[in-house]
């Protein structure tokens, strides 16, 4: 197949390449339904990046959008080879090719003509149109690796541009972009992942920016020698589109001035979950180049460090959300939207809640609340922090033909609100658990994975199938609050649900549904001062209980939430079309290195950059999709032996299964994984503990 570029090679959260678009109307966003993976640019603060400009094509009577540059001296613009080469955007480009400098919305600023435009000496338009099998995803990033190498062009303007530039990377500077460090990308692209089916294209009226962590492009299959040449990003809740081609990818150096460290090139997908990730031009390798075109120029003085960037030398988690300590409440319902009146018989689809000092104190951060369809009807429901930027699609169910319940947390929004959506006929019901805050009284502390409770076995509880409407009470390390998994048993009859609760609190919210013949498994965090939790079942069931950890009385620790970010993936079936996986193989991973123990799968997560060295413990929903038959998945501390409990259990009737899980970080920030069958495996991550 030959592979062609995607508008430009798109595979970033803001934008990867994207090719000429000579026909302003042909940006102009559908009424198409959007995918759920939003590329989640954030507002670039105007005054931050005064050096990238948006390089545009047509004449002044109309002009259609193109890529975006960086300024790298008054008279002198790095951006793509790809956005300059007349093999790729047609003819006559000197003389329809236009740059804006100094704004933040689109075509606006100064306007410059251009004189000249330059593309590396190592520059191949066509090598994306080799002959190549897609199904061999390692020769196909390979591929985009080496195109991506010399992915640099230069464009010469008619007149200076007044803003200050920013610095090239030289060779001494690489050490910015090593796989674990976070770089900021700023660019004019797609707000929407619009190379996937369905997607209408979505460009943005102002500049965007955008947090990505690097990482080691030879663990998804490019060679050393391509991979010595580019940078590779991946693994956060945004990435690069279409439109976002050419821009810089940088970091702060120890001297305070930015570093433009790689040229936005392109990838397989414009999908910030795509675990193959993005590929830029490594500035470095060009620098001796643009030296002898640009000359004295570049020596003068060059954009500092604004504050979207953390110190020098840190990772950049700007975008996370310190939330504080945690604090239990007794359940208590937030929203059941059977009871809210319909308008005309018309479902309601959204609305608003007040949390933060109606429900919770004042100074709340974030909730603990417990998500739930009441009905065996096909639909979707989403809760997110009302009015912010990159939260925008948090914690989500999908229902099919059954209810469920996910335990999540959620960060509140600015007015310590939540909001809520949901599509389809099934109702959602929220319920609270708990809140976090500066003020919150206890810090995680994980234990040994340990079966507290099997009512197969006779373990903690008597030897018998829990009976409609009983409750067992289990006993608990005494804490605040204890962190358990409970997974229901059902029989060939059984259908109802099971809670895990305080025995001196009535049950007010469902932990686990039960259906006929499947086993699932649910997160529960319970009050438990008295040592002592209850489960209490509608329908005869066999259950077993978890302990992950507990909370504990202090502030040695406290947490801090992302927009949820793809940490791990595996390919599964449906991805590649070559059949079921054997257990435990893995395919085309984030940052996956090997066990000792060949059975299991290690993901060091600080090589992502998504979290930072001093993390403890990660807060992830962990996916088992596209099963082969019935198994577990754990997910563990690599440090420990592997446990004898499951984070997930999953049954071939299943298209998918997940659960929210707190993982300790073994001393080297890794987790591992194991599957007892052929499945595909999704780590999200949601937040961390330092």
């Not at 330059?118 to 190549?132: F, H, K, M, R, V």
Request: glycine share 10%.
């Amino acid at each position: 197949m030959a592979l062609r570029r995607r508008g430009l090679l798109a595979t970033l959260g803001l934008t990867a390449a994207a090719l000429a678009v000579a026909n302003p109307a042909a940006t102009a966003a559908s009424n198409s339904p959007t995918h759920a993976q939003i590329v989640n640019g954030l507002d670039a603060v105007p005054g931050d990046w005064p050096f990238v400009v948006q390089l545009a094509m047509g004449t002044p009577e109309g002009f259609g959008f193109e890529c975006t540059g960086s300024l790298i001296a008054p008279g002198w613009v790095l951006t793509a080879a790809h956005c300059v080469s007349e093999s790729e955007v047609g003819p006559n480009v000197v003389e329809h090719l236009r740059v804006f400098a100094g704004g933040t919305t689109s075509f606006t600023g100064q306007s410059v003509a251009v004189t000249a435009v330059y593309t590396s000496p190592g520059w191949d338009g066509d090598l994306l149109n080799a002959e190549i099998d897609d199904s061999d995803s390692a020769a196909v990033l390979d591929l985009i690796a080496r195109s991506a190498s010399n992915d640099v062009g230069l464009v010469h303007l008619a007149s200076p541009v007044s803003a200050r530039p920013i610095r090239i990377a030289e060779a001494a500077d690489d050490a910015l972009a090593v796989p674990g460090r976070r770089l900021t990308l700023v660019g004019w692209g797609s707000r929407t992942a619009d190379d996937l089916p369905g997607v209408a294209s979505e460009l943005p009226d102002h500049l965007l920016r955008a947090t990505l962590g690097v990482f080691d492009p030879t663990t998804v299959g490019v060679s050393p020698e391509a991979a010595a040449q580019t940078v590779w990003t991946r693994g956060g809740p945004a990435s690069g589109c279409h439109g976002d081609s050419g821009g810089p990818l940088m970091a702060a150096g120890a001297d305070g001035l930015l570093r433009v460290m790689g040229v936005t090139s392109g990838g397989l997908s414009c999908a910030p979950s795509d675990p193959s990730g993005a590929a830029y031009a490594r500035i470095s390798t060009h620098a001796s180049w643009i030296r002898n075109l640009v000359g004295a120029d570049l020596n003068g003085p060059t954009a500092a460090v604004p504050a979207a960037f953390n110190a020098p030398g840190e990772p950049n988690l700007s975008d996370a959300l310190a939330v504080g300590r945690f604090t239990p409440v007794a359940p208590q319902r937030l929203l059941d939207t059977r009871s809210i009146p319909e308008p005309a018989g018309v479902p309601v689809t959204s609305g608003q809640l007040k949390v933060a000092g109606v429900s919770v104190p004042a100074e709340a951060h974030a909730v603990l609340v417990n998500l739930t369809n009441t009905d065996s009807r096909d639909g979707q429901a989403s809760v997110a922090p009302c009015h912010t930027t990159g939260f925008d699609v948090h914690a989500g169910l999908g229902f099919e033909v059954a209810p469920v319940s996910w335990l999540t947390t959620i960060p509140l929004g600015p007015n310590g609100d939540l909001c809520f959506q949901r599509l389809g006929t099934s109702n959602l019901i929220v319920d609270l658990v708990g809140w976090y805050g500066d003020t919150g009284q206890s810090s995680f502390v994980p234990s040994v994975p340990t079966r507290l409770a099997d009512s197969r076995s006779g373990v903690g509880i008597p030897r018998a199938r829990v009976a409609a409407g009983a409750t067992v009470v289990v006993h608990v390390p005494k804490a605040v609050a204890t962190v358990i998994n409970l997974t229901a048993i059902a029989s060939s009859r059984s259908v109802g649900y099971v809670t895990a609760h305080s025995c001196s609190s009535p049950v007010v919210t469902s932990t686990v549904h039960v259906q006929p013949r499947q086993t699932h498994t649910a997160l529960a965090v319970v009050p438990a001062d008295d040592g002592r939790v209850c489960v209490t079942s509608t329908t005869a069931v066999d259950i077993v209980v978890d302990q992950l950890g507990s909370y504990l009385p202090g502030d040695t620790s406290s947490w801090s939430l992302v927009a949820p970010a793809t940490a791990y993936r595996d390919l599964g079936p449906s991805d590649s079309g070559t059949g079921d996986f054997a257990p435990n193989q893995v395919r085309n991973t984030v940052v996956v290195k090997r066990a000792a123990e060949p059975t299991d799968v290690r993901v060091r997560l600080t090589e992502t950059g998504l979290i930072p060295p001093k993390a403890n413990t990660v807060l992830l929903d962990v996916a088992a999709l596209s099963a082969s038959q019935a198994g577990f998945v754990t997910v563990y501390d690599c440090d420990l032996a592997r446990p004898n409990t499951a984070t997930v259990n999953f049954t071939r009737l299943d298209d998918g299964e997940e659960n929210q899980a707190y993982v300790p970080l073994s001393a080297d920030g890794s987790i591992c994984i194991h599957r007892s069958t052929a499945v595909s495996i999704e780590l999200t991550l949601f937040g961390w503990q330092q």
